[in-house]
């Protein structure tokens, strides 16, 4: 599996954009760019995905650098429940392979 | 919304005991998945089960791992004679085939499994 550079964590204010950040230099054609978060004490959470296009749902956007080799997970308005550990991920297949994403914090 | 269950939410257990851990996927959902978390480290893919039989597995799945959809609800994980190592959160997941490339998984609250 194709590998992940993130950073080990971020901090953020509330109510303030955040912009996570991730590589992925041997990232192929095949390989969709998945975003899970884990909140404290519970299971792994979707967040968004993508292939090429920039991407929004209701809890983010994932812009999608135009080579591929790098994509942003941007949380519009951060609030204290968005304090997390984000994985990027790429995956062709059904098998998540999780690294040990960025823990973001969130300060009030 | 629908979501995964998993029962029970903590299982203490004597190490060379089996255990069962117990899910309930999201109800048209076809493929079902087992990972584990120990404390602390990353969670860990163990296994996958689509159309009632394993299609990939890790290397940490070993012959003491099985899983079994013994009906049309439930997804089981059982471990034959745990071990202190064996000690972990553990996650279920479920995903249904998209059009957008690999399925969205939808993972349950976890079971915190303690091997004494």
């Known amino acids: 599996d194709a590998k992940t550079t993130q950073p080990n964590s971020m901090e953020s204010n509330e109510e303030e954009p955040v912009h996570l950040p991730c590589n992925h230099s041997?990232?192929?054609?095949?390989?969709?760019i998945h975003w899970y978060r884990q909140l404290p004490s519970q299971g792994p959470e979707y967040v968004i995905h993508?292939?090429?296009s920039n991407v929004n749902n209701r809890m983010a956007s994932l812009a999608i650098a135009e080579d591929r080799k790098s994509s942003t997970l941007i949380l519009h308005r951060a609030t204290l429940r968005d304090a997390a550990v984000y994985y990027c991920?790429?995956?062709?297949?059904?098998?998540?392979?999780f690294g040990k994403g960025t823990r973001l914090h969130i300060l009030p | 919304e629908p979501e995964v269950t998993q029962t029970p939410s903590h299982q203490v257990t004597q190490m060379g005991q089996e255990v069962i851990l117990r899910c309930v996927p999201i109800?048209?959902?076809?493929?079902f998945y087992w990972y584990r978390q120990i404390l602390g480290q990353k969670v860990e893919f163990l296994v996958s089960?689509?159309?009632?039989?394993?299609?990939?597995k890790s290397e940490i799945f070993d012959d003491q791992f099985s899983v079994e959809r013994p009906d049309g609800s439930n997804f089981t994980l059982k471990i034959r004679s745990t071990k202190l190592e064996d000690s972990a959160m553990y996650f279920c997941?479920?995903?249904?085939?998209?059009?957008?490339?690999?399925?969205?998984?939808?993972f349950g609250p976890g079971t915190r499994l303690t091997v004494l």
């Open positions: 109800s048209n959902h076809l493929y």
């Open positions: 997941a479920s995903s249904t085939p998209g059009l957008a490339g690999p399925d969205t998984q939808y």
């Open positions: 993508g292939l090429t």
């Open positions: 089960f689509y159309n009632n039989e394993i299609s990939e």
């Open positions: 041997t990232i192929s054609g095949t390989d969709y």
């Open positions: 991920i790429l995956s062709r297949d059904d098998k998540i392979i």
